[in-house]
């Protein structure tokens, strides 16, 4: 596998690959001062020409970033999945996105391409995760669920069932969100509450 991005998310992600016995050959990072991460060399900023046969993930936990880098990159995408996480085998996973340590997916979801499902985060039945979303550690997603493109559900927050969850919308930590949330909004508290729109998208 390649990756892009020398973060600390890289790190979950190459624990990740490595539990599943899939080597990381190499980490692209525009950072020039970052050598190596975990042992495996970082050798600068992507190359669109660099000769491998290995797929390559995104390995950036910022939405909007990882989005925006996925337009440079002319590799195929791979996908990792801890060997602890619960995936049902009706559940569909798009390419680059990443399934981590303890998460849980359960029974007729279907998770976009470049999505994050972090440490411990449950989706349940029948949920829709839409390309670039982070389900933070710990989140819950009840069954039903619709979250679209880009959107964040932060660590430990609970979506009730059957809502919509708008495009690059976030969900702060911990909230409970008992209503739909439109796109851009941010939504904090329990029950969850509208404080501002996310401009950074
Ligand atoms: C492995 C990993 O680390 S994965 C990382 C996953 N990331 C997350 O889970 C983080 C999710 N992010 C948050 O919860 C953030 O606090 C956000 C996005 C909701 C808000 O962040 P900011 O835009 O910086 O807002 P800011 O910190 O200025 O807070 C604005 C107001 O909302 C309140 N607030 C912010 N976050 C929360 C929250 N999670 N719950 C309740 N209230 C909150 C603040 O207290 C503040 O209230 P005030 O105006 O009365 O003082």
Not at 109 to 135: E, K, L, M, P, Y
Request: net charge neutral.
């Amino acid at each position: 596998m390649l990756l892009y991005g020398a973060s600390g998310h890289a790190k979950v992600i190459i624990s990740c690959l490595h539990a599943s016995r899939t080597s990381v050959e190499a980490i692209f990072d525009d950072d020039l001062r970052k050598e190596s991460l975990l042992t495996i060399p970082v050798i600068g900023p992507y190359q669109t020409d660099y000769e491998s046969n290995a797929p390559l993930i995104v390995a950036v936990g910022d939405n909007a970033i990882r989005h925006r880098l996925t337009q440079t990159v002319r590799h195929p995408y791979g996908i990792a999945i801890h060997p602890s996480a619960q995936v049902d085998s009706s559940v569909q996973i798009g390419a680059g996105s990443v399934v981590l340590h303890g998460a849980i997916l359960q029974a007729d979801t279907r998770i976009g391409s470049h999505v994050i499902i972090n440490t411990g985060a449950s989706v349940d039945h029948d949920c829709a995760v839409g390309d670039f979303a982070h389900v933070a550690p710990g989140a819950v997603l009840c069954g039903g669920i619709r979250v679209e493109t880009g959107a964040l559900i932060g660590a430990g927050a609970v979506i009730c069932p059957n809502l919509n969850i708008g495009k690059w919308a976030i969900v702060g930590a911990g909230a409970v969100v008992i209503r739909p949330v439109p796109d851009y909004a941010v939504v904090v508290g329990n029950p969850g509450r509208i404080i501002k729109l996310n401009k950074t998208a």
